[in-house]
């Protein structure tokens, strides 16, 4: 594993903690995100991916999946990561930024 993968197995690790930590902070983007596809995906989208016609928030959350991973032009690619749910059902992603530290600066949810 090259230092560049293993830099996004960290990042990716550290986004995934950051976004479980947020769902205790009042109206968070990853409760947003998750309550708003509990209502608008059909119970057997939930069904098949969470074995639960109304998943959980934290049901939501564990079913992210990394959707890619970006950063400015002139850097390697890893200041941000993009969680989505499984199957392309959705254009809304829980976005996390890192700072150029390497750590987590901000979770917010984006289109």
Do not use: C
């Amino acid at each position: 594993m090259s230092k560049s993968d293993k830099e996004i197995a960290r990042r990716t690790t550290a986004a995934i903690a950051a976004i479980r930590k947020s769902l205790g902070e009042e109206d968070s983007a990853v409760s947003m995100f998750a309550s708003h596809h509990v209502e608008e995906l059909d119970a057997a989208y939930w069904k098949k991916h969470a074995k639960a016609a109304k998943p959980s928030v934290k049901q939501v959350v564990d079913l992210l999946e990394l959707r890619s991973h970006w950063g400015d032009d002139d850097e390697d690619g890893i200041d941000t990561f993009d969680f989505t749910l499984p199957g392309d059902v959705t254009n809304y992603v829980v976005s996390v930024r890192f700072d150029e530290d390497g750590e987590v600066e901000d979770v917010s949810m984006e289109s």
